[in-house]
C-alpha cells in the first residue's frame, strides 16, 4: 500500500472494464485519480464508491477543449496532475472491402487523436512540477496484424509509435511515456463483439489457455505509474498469456 502516495492522476476511460479496475488500484495504493469518461452513470458512481480521492468528470477524449478542462480541473482539485493513464478507446472490426470511411476515422479520433490530444495537454504540468508518467493503452495488434482489424491497428501502431517519440521527447523533461499491450481483456468493449464464444475462440489462441482481466492488466498501471519504474522510459510491454510470443498469434 502506499505505492501511489502523492500520485495526482487521470485515467481516461476510468469508468468501466479495464480502465474501472485501474482507477480501484491508483486509489488503493495512495493516488488521487479523476475518473475521465464519456459514460457518466458508471464513471459517477465509481467515483461515489472510492470517496473523495476520485472524482468524475465527463470528457471526450477527441475534443482538445474537452481535454484543457479536465487537466485544468485535476490540478485544481487535487494538484499538478503528474500520472497519466490514456486507457480510453474503442475497438471495431471490418474487412478492408467493406468497412466504412465514418468507421474508419471514429477509430482514428478516440483511439489516435484521443491520446496524442492526452499528452500534450498534460505535458506542461508536468513539466513545470518536476515531471510524471504517461501510459498509453495500445494492444497486441499494435504489435502484429489480424484480419478484419486493418483499421484498429493503425491505431494501436500509432499509439505505440508515438509512446517511442515522446518518450524520447520528453525524457529530457522528466516525463516517462510507456506503451501497454493487452490481449484479449473480458471487458465490456470486447465482450460485445460475440460474447461467451468470443472469449472462448480468444483463449484458445493463449499459451496460459485463458483469456485475461482487468486485474491481470491494473498492476502494470500501478508500477508504471509509480516510482518503482523510474528508469522506464519508451517500453511496450505485453500483457497477454504469452500471445506475442508467435508471430502467428492473428491466425
Known amino acids: 500500500m502506499g505505492r501511489l502516495d502523492n500520485k495526482v492522476a487521470i485515467v481516461t476511460g476510468g469508468a468501466q472494464g479495464q480502465g474501472a479496475e485501474i482507477v480501484r488500484r491508483f486509489v488503493a495504493e495512495g493516488a488521487k485519480v479523476v475518473v475521465a469518461d464519456v459514460a457518466k452513470e458508471p464513471g459517477q458512481a465509481l467515483a461515489d464508491e472510492l470517496g473523495?480521492?476520485?472524482h468524475f468528470?465527463?470528457?471526450d477524449v477527441s475534443d482538445a477543449a474537452s481535454w484543457a478542462t479536465l487537466v485544468d480541473d485535476a490540478n485544481e482539485r487535487f494538484g499538478p496532475v503528474n500520472v497519466l493513464a490514456n486507457n480510453a478507446g474503442i475497438l471495431r472490426f471490418g474487412d478492408i472491402e467493406r468497412m466504412p470511411g465514418d468507421e474508419v476515422e471514429l477509430l482514428w479520433r478516440v483511439n489516435q487523436l484521443g491520446t496524442f490530444l492526452g499528452m500534450q495537454a498534460v505535458t506542461r504540468t508536468m513539466r513545470k512540477n518536476g515531471g510524471g508518467s504517461i501510459i498509453n493503452a495500445s494492444s497486441i495488434?499494435?504489435?502484429a496484424g489480424m484480419p478484419s482489424c486493418t483499421a484498429y491497428a493503425a491505431t494501436k501502431w500509432a499509439i505505440r509509435g508515438m509512446t517511442k517519440c515522446a518518450a524520447?521527447?520528453?525524457g529530457p523533461k522528466g516525463i516517462r511515456v510507456n506503451s501497454v499491450h493487452p490481449g484479449m481483456i473480458d471487458t465490456p468493449m470486447t465482450r460485445v463483439h460475440g460474447g461467451d464464444a468470443a472469449m472462448e475462440f480468444g483463449a484458445s489462441k493463449v499459451p496460459l489457455g485463458r483469456v485475461g482481466y482487468p486485474e491481470d492488466v491494473a498492476p502494470l498501471y500501478v508500477f508504471l505509474a509509480s516510482d518503482e519504474s523510474a528508469y522506464i522510459n519508451?517500453?511496450?510491454i505485453s500483457?497477454?498469456?504469452g500471445v506475442t510470443s508467435t508471430h502467428a498469434f492473428g491466425a
Open 168 to 170: 524520447m521527447e520528453l
Open 239 to 241: 500483457v497477454d498469456g
Open 234 to 236: 519508451g517500453a511496450e
Open 141 to 143: 495488434e499494435g504489435l
Open 57 to 59: 468528470a465527463a470528457h
Open 52 to 54: 473523495e480521492a476520485a
